[in-house]
């Protein structure tokens, strides 16, 4: 009686090390794939912020070139950069947040495939 005790407790410690090894290897594909999707998606906010950054530039040479005053095509230009932070602020939730949370959520929550 005793034997089959020690039998059914040296299974569930195995059963248990196996689980905890099943574990570990799944957050670290986790933690991997939310890794590289995070550097995937600063490399392109750095490149977007870049491509923005000459898109202004060559729209208030052209507008200093059109109005023929330097200020008013600054100003102009950073009206323009204005509304676009505002309409991006109003519709963070839209844009950042839900795609985020849905991605996370996603990632930790559904059953292996």
């Given at each position: 009686?005793d034997?089959?005790?020690k039998?059914?407790?040296?299974?569930?410690?195995?059963?248990?090390?196996?689980e905890?090894?099943?574990s570990?290897?799944?957050?670290?594909?986790?933690?991997?794939?939310?890794?590289?999707?995070?550097?995937?998606?600063?490399?392109?906010?750095?490149?977007?912020?870049?491509?923005?950054?000459?898109?202004?530039?060559?729209?208030?040479?052209?507008?200093?070139?059109?109005?023929?005053?330097?200020?008013?095509?600054?100003?102009?230009?950073?009206?323009?950069?204005?509304?676009?932070?505002i309409?991006?602020?109003?519709?963070?939730?839209?844009?950042?947040?839900?795609?985020?949370?849905?991605?996370v959520?996603?990632?930790?929550?559904n059953?292996?495939?």
């Amino acid at each position: 009686m005793d034997e089959k005790y020690k039998q059914i407790i040296d299974s569930l410690k195995q059963s248990a090390k196996v689980e905890l090894e099943y574990s570990k290897l799944t957050l670290s594909e986790k933690l991997s794939i939310l890794l590289s999707r995070g550097i995937i998606v600063l490399v392109m906010i750095i490149f977007a912020a870049c491509a923005l950054f000459l898109l202004e530039w060559g729209l208030t040479h052209w507008l200093i070139q059109l109005t023929g005053s330097l200020w008013i095509g600054v100003l102009v230009s950073l009206a323009v950069l204005m509304v676009i932070l505002i309409v991006l602020f109003g519709y963070r939730k839209q844009l950042v947040i839900n795609p985020v949370t849905r991605f996370v959520t996603k990632l930790l929550l559904n059953p292996e495939e």
